[in-house]
């Protein structure tokens, strides 16, 4: 008896002195998992529930379709992924990037054929990349400003040069193969996605290159300071995003079979959304491009599921920008939590 | 001391607080009465910082209580001022571009519908600046200041919101000595109008000078409490460290220094006007003077982190002789530099020890590129152990070391390079004592292995200690050289000051 009431009272004590402090550590630590983590639970959540409620959602046609929206964005978001972690928030100009890339690839393959069309889009692209590059890595100038000038930049010339008009591909050969086919349910472009994710996920990680992008966007002075050029980084990383938005374009005019000037309106956003909603960081130093795929299968499922669920365009984008809000928040508290 | 009151003005009863898995604050009461003087004293994470942090209401405890006046303090730090509690940071946190009487003000400005009364303010800011006894213009703007008043007109902040308690953290750790006489002195009066004032300080002397009471602080735990004249300087230090030192200290390498590895001539920066040096192999040389002399702005010039105006550097390695034209072509040819902010320019705190350590080794850690992880590994986990970081886990943030610590991982960075002509700004400010003596023990090693040694110290004693002849700047030159023999405390400071004292 003496015994029961000795525990009770080392219990009672114990929680007294104990729980406060508990609790804070408690749901601050569920918290910093919720925002490290909560991205594959959401995901395998959103699946689950789409697979079970949403009519249509589980069917070969609509799986395959969702395939074909996320690729192109979702090749965007990988590479974009570098700019961000860079600690140089985004790159807006892959919106102008991907419509030229498309345009120069169905116009000069019309003409001179694939690989010329091609490599005239990479010379699109690597111009793009140091242009930004530029102006954010040597002349420190803001990333968000030189990019929505560069898009301006980028579309201007593109309707000047193509008149604003709409280029056709030829009805059968290697582009509509390639923009139809299909690797058992999943079509070629997001085989590309998942390459892409790859490649660029080994960049990020195991090369000297990403190291320093990652570097860059955790302590850009103590990078530099470290004896390296840290302009001649920055300039990469804009470089890999446009090389992706190239290959997005690739994909995204093969798909088509058109290319126009305004074909990839809302890139931008929508690839900004993936990639922060797969958790990488907008302050920079933080994340990874396996999140940002992640990313684009959470958004591109969330949106299939309002299409289906006959929710209104308006309201599509009213979700989409309440996720991003919410997403940016969890990041900035997290940040704050984990700093204290 | 007689007019000292029973009743303590603030106490912190049982504070804890944890950092993630560490505790950086382990119950710790502490209690101040009006009056008096209480010193807290303790190593670099020791978490005396964060205990102040706690009272002044910008941190929130994980549990325990702060009691000002016999009432539980909510944890803000609104509820702190409103309390009577004001803390002058260790950082100085005035904005350069806004003037005295503004920056006094900053945050508790008189207001009339949302505009600043400016004669009310600088009324005020007068009145603060006479209490502490400090005359400098009120529309001066705080970057024209030297660095001494700024510290000064972060005090008369502190003071003019009428404080009951006022928390100092390390507030003479940039002051000359005259300056540090005039702030103890001003202290002892604020004190003796029934102020309660905690003072936190590395320098013993200090708080024997001036304190009535001391607690000791050591890994986030209460060691010692009680009144000064119980204690000495030297039981204090044990308490401080918990382990005995002096072994290293004041020991003085027999140096023979080989040939000119650099050579700086003629350099011209902002700051720097027209200075020319050199440094041998195997020797190290020190630069004494005051802060804001010029010294930061000479070392980043020759290296090349900042432009040069004018002036050639070059490195002479094995024979070969190179211009070091640029930071990076610095960095390729040989030289580490340890710069004065480790926390925003020597380390990225967010990434691990082997990531900083990588940072400029990569090239010799990677093939095409691809880095090798075990390579980096290895590398890292040597040079980790080698600097003596506590504990040597390499996985580890940096952030989540201590000052010391962070310092050691700084220097390891450069270690790896085997650098010719190694820069050390300040390399053990805000570090405690081991940390200090052991990196002192790391600066000569590598001066003994043929290593070019260039060491900035406001630290008098460290500077006699390491160098084996010393530079005095001033103003942007060199205003004397002496060589080891002669070189004391009282010549270096003559030379630093041009004779007249700064008058505060």
């Known amino acids: 008896m003496a015994k029961e009431t000795l525990t009770e009272t080392i219990a009672v004590a114990e929680a007294a002195s104990i729980e406060p402090q508990a609790k804070q550590t408690t749901s601050g630590r569920l918290f910093m998992w919720v925002a490290d983590n909560g991205i594959f639970v959401f995901t395998a959540l959103l699946v689950l529930f789409a697979v079970i409620f949403v009519d249509g959602f589980a069917s070969l046609v609509n799986i395959t379709d969702v395939f074909h929206r996320a690729a192109p964005i979702g090749i965007v978001a990988v590479g974009m992924t570098f700019v961000v972690i860079s600690g140089n928030y985004l790159d807006l100009s892959v919106v102008a990037q991907v419509a030229t890339s498309a345009v120069i690839f169905i116009a000069v393959s019309n003409v001179y054929g694939i690989p010329l069309a091609m490599l005239a889009a990479l010379v699109a692209a690597v111009l793009y990349g140091l242009a930004n590059g530029i102006a954010v890595g040597f002349f420190k100038a803001n990333a968000v400003i030189v990019t929505l000038s560069t898009t301006y930049i980028g579309l201007g010339l593109l309707r000047y040069f193509s008149g604003g008009s709409i280029f056709f591909g030829p009805q059968d050969g290697p582009i509509r193969e390639f923009g139809l086919g299909k690797l058992g349910p999943v079509p070629y472009s997001a085989v590309v996605l998942l390459i892409m994710t790859i490649l660029l996920s080994i960049l990020l990680t195991r090369t000297n290159f990403g190291f320093l992008v990652r570097s860059f966007g955790v302590n850009e002075k103590a990078t530099r300071l470290s004896g390296t050029n840290t302009g001649l980084v920055i300039i990469g990383a804009f470089i890999v995003t446009a090389i992706a938005a190239m290959i997005a374009g690739f994909v995204l005019a093969a798909f088509s079979n058109t290319a126009v000037s305004a074909m990839s309106d809302g890139y931008d956003f929508r690839a900004l959304a993936a990639i922060i909603v797969g958790g990488t960081s907008v302050f920079g130093g933080k994340g990874s491009v396996f999140r940002t795929l992640l990313g684009v299968i959470f958004v591109s499922v969330l949106t299939n599921v309002l299409v289906l669920s006959q929710i209104s365009f308006g309201y599509q984008q009213v979700a989409l920008g309440a996720l991003i809000v919410l997403a940016v928040s969890v990041d900035a508290v997290a940040r704050k939590v984990s700093k204290r | ?504």
């Not at chain 2, 325990?64 to 509820?79: C, E």
């Open chain 2, 1 to 504: 001391m007689t007019t000292m009151a029973a009743e303590p003005i603030i106490e912190a009863r049982n504070i804890v607080k944890r950092f993630g898995g560490a505790l950086a604050v382990d119950g710790v009461s502490v209690s101040v009465r009006p009056g008096e003087i209480h010193a807290v004293v303790g190593e670099n994470g020791a978490g005396k910082s964060t205990l102040m942090r706690v009272l002044a209401g910008i941190i929130e405890q994980d549990s325990g209580d702060v009691v000002v006046g016999g009432n539980v303090l909510a944890s803000s730090a609104k509820a702190s001022i409103e309390a009577g509690i004001s803390l002058v940071h260790q950082e100085l946190s005035l904005v350069p571009e806004m003037t005295v009487a503004e920056n006094i003000l900053l945050g508790s400005a008189p207001t009339a519908v949302g505009f600043t009364k400016q004669k009310e303010m600088k009324a005020i800011a007068a009145d603060a600046l006479k209490e502490i006894g400090v005359s400098v213009d009120l529309d001066e703007r705080i970057s024209r200041l030297s660095v001494a008043l700024r510290q000064f007109v972060e005090i008369a902040r502190a003071v003019a919101r009428k404080p009951k308690v006022l928390i100092l953290d390390e507030p003479t750790a940039t002051l000359t000595p005259a300056e540090t006489d005039y702030l103890l002195e001003m202290l002892q009066r604020l004190a003796q109008g029934g102020m309660a004032i905690v003072y936190i300080s590395h320098r013993i002397p200090e708080v024997f000078r001036i304190c009535h009471s001391v607690s000791i602080l050591r890994d986030g735990q209460l060691v010692h409490a009680g009144s000064i004249a119980d204690t000495t300087p030297d039981k204090v230090v044990d308490m401080m460290v918990g382990r005995e030192l002096k072994a290293d200290l004041q020991t003085h390498r027999t140096s023979s220094p080989g040939d000119v590895v650099l050579k700086a001539s003629g350099i011209r920066a902002p700051g720097v006007n027209g200075i020319d040096l050199e440094v041998r192999a195997g020797e190290i040389v020190g630069l004494g003077g005051l802060v804001g002399a010029g010294r930061t702005e000479l070392v980043r010039a020759i290296i090349g982190a900042d432009d040069r105006q004018s002036g050639t550097v070059t490195l002479t390695v094995n024979g070969k002789t190179r211009a070091l034209t640029s930071y990076q072509s610095s960095v390729r040819a040989g030289v580490g530099y340890v710069p004065e902010e480790r926390r925003t320019d020597g380390l990225a705190l967010g990434m691990t020890v082997f990531e900083n350590i990588n940072l400029p080794n990569r090239r010799e850690l990677s093939t095409a590129g691809f880095q090798l992880p075990g390579k980096i590994m290895q590398f890292a986990q040597s040079l980790s152990e080698k600097v003596g970081l506590r504990p040597p886990e390499i996985k580890r943030e940096a952030g989540q070391y201590s000052g010391g610590n962070q310092q050691k991982i700084v220097i390891a960075k450069w270690l790896g390079r085997r650098p010719s002509f190694m820069v050390l700004d300040e390399p053990t400010r805000g570090v405690d004592v081991g940390a200090k003596a052991e990196i002192h023990k790391l600066v000569k090693e590598l001066a003994d292995q043929g290593t070019a040694v260039l060491v900035v110290s406001s630290d008098l004693p460290e500077l006699l200690e390491l160098s084996d002849v010393i530079h005095v700047v001033r103003d942007g030159q060199i205003m004397g050289t002496l060589a080891q023999k002669d070189a004391d405390e009282k010549a270096v400071m003559s030379l630093a000051s041009g004779e007249k004292m700064v008058n505060a």
